[in-house]
């Protein structure tokens, strides 16, 4: 997460668990823009093969993962793409897939046979016909480098450390860092928590830790030592269970969401479960010296 954003882009679009996610292992090419070659050697396959295999072959281009790259990954919602743009990058993105042989451990596999072998054009960019992963790959870049995105990763991430609603400059000087460094998140990381807004009085308070921030913060700070198996469960009912959000947007850095009197509740319930021993697999330790000092933590406090 330290390195250059687009080699973490390109990473996760050839990662078989985003691969699997958005559909896009399932996103092949229409017979007729495969190449004469392909499209036989896929039709040998399906004659050899029986009904039920062919039933679960895929037919055509899965929009999924071409729209959460531009929408969610880099340009954002608002970032002057079309649906056709959409299109079109998902038939650069065709052939993606998982090589199935080692499904288990992963693996990522580029199928020229179901590769959308006709010209194609996103954002202005043309690609002529006859081209392969090397399509998908230079997009990437494309978008990764786009002031676009350089925006959307800036709002992002002073959303994040800032304010759920971050100064307009702030946002302007992060992106800034971001396309200057070519993408270094390092260096826009820097940009954002060395900024004076960053201190500033009157973004204090503003955010609100999501559940697993506040648990993994409660354990640091009571000392406690854990295996996980219990926080897992807690952080269930706290409303964030590990990697389980549905909707690809993953969980809300707005602190709105993670505020009503349940959450309160639960989040003061588990802050005495945890000090009273209660939560499976994890100890209170050393308590900081104001817990100590309020009676609160480590083994004292459990065996009262």
Known sequence: VFGRFEDLLQETAKSPAMLWYLDNARSVAEPANRTASGDKRVQRFLQRSDPEIRAQMPTGINENYARELMELHTLGVDGGYTQKDVTELARLLTGWGIDRRGFGSGGFQFRSVVHDAKE????????????????????????????????????????????????????????????????????TVRAVVTAPEFLDPRHHGGKVKTPL????????????????????????????????????????????????????????????????????????????????????????????
């Open 213 to 304: 921030e506040y648990a993994v913060s409660a354990v640091r700070a009571s000392g406690a030592t854990t295996d996980g198996r219990g926080l897992g469960r807690e952080l269930a009912g706290l409303g964030q269970p590990l990697y389980l959000c549905q909707p690809p947007t993953g969980y809300a850095e707005e602190s709105e969401a993670w505020i009503s009197s349940g959450a309160l509740l639960a989040r003061m319930n588990f802050a005495t479960a945890l000090l009273e021993g209660r939560v499976a697999g994890t100890r209170a330790g050393a308590a900081p010296p104001e817990l100590t000092a309020a009676g609160l933590g480590g083994p004292d406090f459990q065996r009262q």
């Open 120 to 187: 194609k054009q996103v954002l202005g960019h043309r690609f002529p016909a006859g081209g392969g992963i090397e399509e998908g790959e230079r997009m990437i870049a494309i978008l990764a480098s786009h002031p676009a995105t350089a925006r959307h990763i800036a709002q992002k991430l002073c959303r994040k450390f800032v304010a759920d609603e971050p100064p307009a400059d702030l946002v302007a000087r992060v992106a800034s860092v971001f396309t200057a460094s070519h993408g270094d998140l390092r260096e």
